[in-house]
């Protein structure tokens, strides 16, 4: 079959949106956040119905909308503004601040999920900027690290402090929304802030143009948030699938003003896979382009990952052995530049009994 289309973009025949279009007709939940920024906030009743709500929506899909979430609903239009001029320029422009081996922020146009080219292109800034990586790793500790920077356009000054100010208002709701997870995991709400002290968070603007073969390439391929949680923002056009707990593909319905959050693999092995990070992708379409803006939420590079004890028994002994933070960060952000021979790094590579 002939494609009107690089077959770099082509997914394996079962990964193919065409073949896997049994979209179940229930969706994720949808959770109003109203009740904690209400005058009677310390209503404890409402407290711990959205708790409750949150760990039903964890424990079952790994995601969950939120609406009422006290994000100023401006802050992200600037910014769709500013993503849709940027990416509506030339490609050499944007690839003035084009991401290279030493730094993974900026602009990029040829990044793969499980070695096949997303119909995409992006632009990563780091939330606390610089932020510092490891760049060796001797196996059981980091014995070199390296500094990402954040890079900003110069023709398009507004794009630095749309993005800047959004940054700020979305780590407020990350933090909220990992204290409600802490909650309903029977944590106390703040035991997990300690991880993010010099936090590796970064925030991606999508932007997906239409494709001439939406039924064999993917916007994003089928994959998991390596990170703790993230916090996206999507736009009308739609396209967002989750995979539920019966494999099938469920479409995550654009609600307005609403952010999708999930739980990454981070939060999965904490949490001693009492939830899962739940796979997702995007798929596109052949006449509307699309934008999405995830916030990634992540700890410390030096921090180690393992079930917390709290949540430990003898009848619920660790999953996992652990691992470096910064290490996994490392190894996925690098595995974009090259296709790679072996299995992309993932957390089921340090269960403790694989
Ligand atoms: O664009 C989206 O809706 C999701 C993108 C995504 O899953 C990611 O960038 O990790
Ligand atoms: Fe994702």
Not at 27 to 45: A, M, R, Y
């Amino acid at each position: 079959m002939a494609w009107d289309m690089d077959p770099a973009f082509a997914q394996v025949q079962e990964d193919r949106p065409s073949n896997t279009a049994n979209l179940s007709a229930e969706g994720v939940p949808i959770i109003d956040l109203g009740p904690l920024f209400s005058s009677n906030s310390d209503d404890s009743t409402a407290l711990s119905k959205i708790v409750d709500q949150i760990g039903k929506g964890c424990k079952e899909w790994g995601f969950f909308q939120v609406i009422n979430h006290g994000m100023p609903i401006e802050l992200r239009n600037e910014v769709k503004k500013v993503a849709a001029k940027f990416f509506s320029q030339s490609v050499e422009e944007k690839r003035k601040i084009r991401r290279d081996e030493d730094n993974a922020m900026g602009y990029f146009d040829a990044e793969n999920t499980r070695n096949v080219r997303d119909w995409k292109e992006v632009f990563d800034f780091l939330v606390v900027n610089p932020s510092e990586i490891p760049a060796e790793y001797d196996g059981e500790q980091v014995t070199r690290t390296i500094t990402m920077g954040n890079r900003w356009p110069e023709n398009l000054p507004e794009m630095r402090k749309a993005c800047e100010e959004y940054a700020k208002a979305t780590e407020k709701l990350a933090i909220k929304l990992l204290e409600l997870i802490s909650l309903s995991l029977g944590l106390s709400a703040t035991c997990l802030n300690g991880f993010f002290k010099n936090q590796t968070s970064f925030i991606r603007l999508n932007y997906y143009p239409p494709c001439p073969c939406p039924d064999v390439a993917l916007g994003v391929g089928r994959h998991k948030d390596a990170g703790a949680l993230t916090v996206l923002a999507q736009d009308e056009v739609g396209g967002l699938e989750v995979r539920g707990k019966d494999g099938k593909w469920v479409a995550v319905k654009p609600v307005l003003d609403s952010y999708i959050i999930n739980v990454g693999d981070i939060v999965q092995v904490w949490s001693n896979d009492a939830y899962e990070s739940a796979e997702h992708r995007v798929v596109v379409n052949s006449k509307r382009e699309r934008f999405s803006v995830p916030f990634f939420y992540n700890p410390s590079h030096y921090e180690f990952i393992k079930p917390l004890e709290e949540l430990l028994s003898k009848d619920n002994p660790p999953k996992y052995s652990g691992y470096n933070w910064g290490y996994l960060f490392t190894s996925r952000k690098l595995s974009n530049f090259k296709k790679m021979t072996v299995e992309n790094l993932q957390v089921h590579h340090f269960k403790a009994f694989p």
